[in-house]
């Protein structure tokens, strides 16, 4: 293995009967962003939501496959283990209204305890100038977290996921619900992030894509159709069913 | 549209509203028009009515606290300030005491049994919610909610014949006796000559206790139901077990719609009346122990107002004053309580 971090073999979910994902095979290398595109219902929440283990918090959700981070298998551990390791970052953000921004970005910390407050100091500035948010809340740290905008407020969401050191950091359309600007800070985010861990993007637009991502997976109707370098993906598709989706014959 | 003049012509409503004589309905010929001015007159209509209605909102308690003040005056004018802190209860004059009436062991009494009912109610009602909206199988919630909320339909006298047949010979013949065995040594579990009779001020506030659970688990579940999944989401992304996401995610989220609820609850408390009367032992003399029995103001009120001469009347109804101003202050405090809760949310917890 050549520095894959995650690896999933036929992962298949369910959501109550509907076959969600359908015996996906994927993996991702240490220091790459990979994207995951796919028109709505395609199944890529669901399928990164089973990286994490949190589909399985839904009602009727079930997943089965492995999937292997740094060859354990996920599946046989302690999902909040899991859930520490492999931080999330959700569609819209979802800041802890009655908690401050330092709160927020200490509460993972808080959760798994056994920090001093010189450490948990030190790792909440650490996070939020990875998250490229300190400049802007550093005078205000105490305040809560629902004055910051929606785009800070996913970076600090962002943060948030950093302070726990997570091995891998899963992002299910972090920017969808962001204006342009926002969403161009999210990018060059990600784009630095990578380095210091492998980042698996869900996104719908073919663009964002494009700009952060190494690599690219295209899902369609719960199946992976291709994956290949960003590049070769969007200029020489090998199949015909990602021509047609990257040309926007549909979806 | 074709609807509007037909509208206009059977609709009996803009004859009838107080609104319509204000506005200068210009003369409808064409279509549009004729609808724009149409709505405009219903749209005047409904304002009126729900002005009117809010403005009687207004006007009632006022009234009721005219009309309370009134009706006490008497008492007010003979005992003054004095009468709320005043321990006597003599309504008939005797060698050894004047006629005299103090309203300070029933305001005790009802801040006790409220105090007491919210210790023991709050959490479990609380706890109730979390497992209804949180942890709850799908098939087991629904059956359970509406038991609970059944327990608000349920008369308060119904309680409180309960509370006398069944809760208060099991306070006098187990609880009582265990709890004196081994607290009797504090004051609050002191058991005096007389008391441990099971009608007391423990047995009325647990009665309470029960009273209030509805209506705290029924509104705190709806609070914590309106909790966003991303919110829980969120606590089980970093790695939260269940009751952590719990508590990081809609214990937090909802704990001012909680706070609410248990605000709710404690006006109930205070100002139950029937339950409280048949298990409180109704006894004019300070509870200094939770096994004595006691009197609150509405207990009070109920018990003596059959009998009473107009000066009585008079002073109990100035207890009924006195219970109406002690539930505002409770309701001005937990408002502004909540108004600095939601505004420095921020406070880490």
Redesign the interface.
Known sequence: MTGDKLVVENLNAWYGKTHAVQDISLSFPDKRATAIIGPSGCGKSTFIRCL?R?HE?Q?KARAEGKVLLDGADVYADDP?????KI??V?Q?P??????????NV???LK??GGYSHDEMDRLVIESLKKAALWEEVKEKL?????QLSGGQQQRL?IA??LA?QPEVLLMDEPASALDPISTARIEDLIFDLKNQVPVVIVTHNMQQAARVADRTAFLYLGKLVEVAPTRDLFERPAEKLTESYITGRFG | MAEPPVGTGTDPLPATGPAEPAGATPSPSQGPDRRRSFTGVVDRFFGGLSTLAALVLIALPALLIVIITQASWRAIVRFGPGFVIGQFWVPSASPTSPITFGAAPFVAGTLETSVIAMLIGVPLSIGAAIFLAELAPDWLRAPVASVVDLLAAVPSVVFGLWGLYVLVPYMRSNVDPALVHYLGWTPLFASHAGSQSGVSVLTASIILAIMILPTISSVSREALRATPDSQREAALSLGATRWEATRLGPLAYARSGIFGAAILGLGRAMGETMAVTMTIGNSDNFATSLFDPGQTLSSKIAINFGNALPLEKSALIELGLILMGLSLLVNVAARLMLRSMTRMGGSAP
């Open positions: 994490n949190i918090t009602p909040t283990e899991i859930r520490r931080g999330m959700f819209r979802n800041v802890f209204p009655t908690m401050s921004i330092y709160g200490a509460a993972g959760l798994h105490d305040q809560s977290a629902l969401c948030r996921a726990v």
